[in-house]
């Protein structure tokens, strides 16, 4: 073994650190036109794709010295020339978005003044707010627990946690401390179109991706609640314990929602928790002429949101809420340690911000360190108010159901499932017979993010490849919409002639 290197033989180092800490305001006037410009470029795919390999060389090793704050801020501006273009108003991809302003603005004030979430200051005094507005917003039920996480991922992970803490606790077992009993097999029970979110989260609470149990669903992408009843009846019989029931609130294939009253109906006869998973569609309840897809929402016992999706919050904001947050308390708090016991003086009347915990969230997820990401979620509401994500969301199913009756009335298009919510799934079919379809549409969605600026992607529908907006960007446009279908014609035109 070698010996302890004593720290006192550093000695004293004299000068100040190498980092600026003054200029925010200087280097913020320098950032932001570039940005500005950046967001006013409609270019999808501005310069070439910048990778690893690509990085000018001088941007590549370590440096010795630092070139210092004007330089990096020059480099991050070359940066931002070649940054994502998932924000422009044509992109219709996947299911995600950046942030409007007002996110861009709370992002960068949290940065600098609400420095974590585990003390008292006014940032995680707004995420208090943001978390009840969120839940109020969703049409979740009064007095629910919640936080915010980096996103769907983590909240799927948390949501799960709290039930399979409660599915062993009914049986007598505290998971949390001593792990699952190698006598029993835990399972999770949701549709084929799940997000495999889930499967992760099951195999990291330790139940396996096996132990998501996929239950079939109808053509439109809805779990079959009968044959929901019958896999939990069979496995109740088997002794396996029902840890979750999920239902989906917007499935990101195909944007449909499960009839969430009845899943809710299925697992009750067996004792199964059930978890809404509304990362995507969730917030669309808020909007009175969808919020009967959500019938039953309120009857669950946990679920999530994905504030970085329709509310464009950017990325890293999700959020889970359960009914008892005790249960996710006692599945995640760190336990009793010398650095955290006697830090706060749990005083009634708080003295200084350090008195007392800005909220329980580090004990009720996976992280300690965290900002309070609620703020970007209380500020983009605060703008926009429900009547703005309300317009919001029926604009957005309103660009797909648009897609949808022009794909009915073209026989050049072919409408595959949908519309839900805000997606559509559709593709080009040449009039003439024996071609590929697959093939062809696939070299349409590359042709288009090649050539224009309609960018989206792409999933499958009864083994069919289908193009598949998903409309939540606050930047798209009716003209975006129509430019995207015009653009799928005029290329399928151009291949299926070739
Ligand atoms: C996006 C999504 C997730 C995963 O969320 P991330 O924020 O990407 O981790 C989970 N479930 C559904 C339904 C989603 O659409």
Redo the contacts with the bound molecule.
């Keep these: 073994m070698t010996d302890q290197l004593s720290v006192d033989a550093v000695g004293v180092v004299p000068g100040d650190d190498a980092a600026e800490t003054g200029r925010i305001d200087d280097a913020l006037n320098r950032l932001g036109p570039v940005l500005q410009r950046f967001e006013d470029s409609q270019i999808p795919d501005g310069p070439a794709p910048y990778r690893p390999g690509t990085v000018p060389s001088e941007l590549n090793a370590l440096p010795a010295h630092g070139v210092g704050l004007d330089a990096v801020i020059d480099e991050l501006s070359t940066a931002v020339e070649h940054g994502s273009r998932i924000t422009v108003p044509g992109f219709s991809g996947f299911?995600?978005t950046g942030a409007t302003t007002v996110g861009v603005m709370a992002q960068t004030a949290v940065t600098v003044a609400g420095t974590q979430r585990y003390v008292l200051h006014a940032f995680n005094a707004l995420e208090w707010t943001g978390l009840r507005w969120l839940a109020e917003l969703c049409g979740l039920p009064a007095g629910v627990e919640g936080v915010f996480t980096?996103?769907?991922?983590?909240?799927?992970l948390l949501a799960l946690g709290a039930a399979r803490q409660s599915a062993y606790e009914r049986l007598g077992v505290d998971v949390a401390a001593d792990g699952i009993p190698l006598t029993t097999r835990g399972r999770i029970y949701a549709s084929q179109r799940?997000?495999h979110?889930?499967h992760r989260a099951a195999a990291v609470l330790g139940l396996g991706r096996n132990g998501v149990r996929e239950i079939e669903t109808d053509p439109d992408g809805r779990i079959d609640v009968e044959a929901l009843d019958a896999a939990l009846r069979a496995d109740a019989a088997a002794g396996i314990v029902p840890i979750a029931t999920v239902a989906?609130a917007?499935?990101?294939d195909l944007g449909s929602v499960d009839p969430i009253a009845d899943v809710v109906a299925v697992a009750r006869r067996y004792g199964s928790w059930v978890h809404v998973?509304?990362?995507?569609?969730l917030v669309a309840n808020t909007a009175e002429s969808l919020a009967p897809l959500f019938t039953g929402v309120e009857a669950a016992d946990s679920w999530?949101v994905?504030p970085?999706?329709w509310l464009a919050t950017g990325v890293g904001v999700?959020a889970v809420y359960v009914r008892d947050g005790a249960l996710l308390t006692r599945a995640f708090a760190e336990g009793p340690a010398a650095y955290l016991e006697g830090a706060f003086s749990a005083v009634d009347e708080p003295q200084s911000m350090f008195d007392d915990m800005g909220g329980p969230w580090a004990d009720q997820s996976v992280e300690l360190s965290a900002p309070p990401r609620g703020v970007l979620v209380w500020a983009v509401l605060r703008e926009i108010g429900r009547s703005g994500v309300r317009e919001r969301v029926l604009r957005h199913a309103g660009f797909a159901s648009d897609i949808a009756a022009r794909a009915r009335g073209d026989e050049r298009l072919e409408l595959l499932c949908g519309p839900h919510l805000s997606i559509v799934c559709f593709r080009y079919r040449p009039r003439r017979a024996g071609v590929d379809l697959d093939a062809l549409n696939t070299r349409i969605l590359e042709r288009l993010r090649r050539e224009t600026p309609f960018i989206t992607s792409t999933t499958t529908v009864d083994g069919a490849v289908a193009i598949r907006p998903c409309f939540i960007n606050p930047r798209t446009t009716q003209r975006d919409v129509d430019g995207l279908v015009d653009a799928v014609i005029r290329l399928g035109d151009e291949l299926a002639a070739a």
């Design positions: 299911i995600t980096s996103g769907g991922s983590t909240a799927n799940v997000h979110t889930v989906v917007g499935n990101t998973d509304g990362a995507y569609g999530i994905d970085h999706k999700g």
